[in-house]
């Protein structure tokens, strides 16, 4: 979220879903990721919803945390519902975008009519080791030349 001004998400509304709690409730953490995202304006919500890695829950936040992974763009849909029913902001499905550096999240974004891309591809934290980390890069963030428009799935 660090330079999204500069990236074609620069009008765009925005939300999180991770596997993580993003240190938790009421952490500098979390208040740091509402600001690089740009604050309220964009996101249109400062709770962070904890779903508890429930693939059913009812998304009521464009801010979610324990997000199941491989599950995630079940939040997503969700978090559509709500972004319509309650903020009466409908997104066409081919335009929205979501970045996460695990293929497993990526992949399941197939056949939603979403974008997808996997990010950190080049700046990888632990070096895959065994098939141990395959298709996970972690440790750093996704580089800014990433968070692209590309229609479809793309993974490392």
């Not at 309220?40 to 962070?48: A, C, E, H, I, M």
């Not at 499905?93 to 939603?112: I, Q, W, Y």
């Amino acid at each position: 979220g660090q330079h999204l001004d500069s990236t074609f998400c620069k009008a765009c509304y925005r939300g999180i879903v991770t596997a993580g709690q993003a240190s938790g409730p009421g952490s500098d953490e979390r208040a740091e990721i509402l600001r690089r995202l740009g604050g309220t304006k964009y996101t249109r919500s400062d709770w962070w919803q904890d779903v508890g890695f429930d693939t059913s829950a009812e998304v009521k936040s464009s801010l979610v945390v324990q997000a199941k992974d491989a599950f995630k763009q079940e939040a997503v849909k969700s978090m559509l519902k709500w972004w319509k029913a309650d903020q009466h902001i409908e997104f066409k499905p081919e335009n929205v975008h979501m970045f996460d550096d695990v293929r497993a999240n990526v992949e399941p974004f197939k056949g939603t009519g979403f974008n997808a891309v996997q990010v950190s591809c080049s700046v990888r934290g632990v070096k895959e080791w065994n098939g141990m980390f395959d298709g996970q890069v972690g440790g750093c963030g996704g580089e800014i030349a990433e968070a692209v428009a590309e229609k479809g799935i793309k993974v490392c």
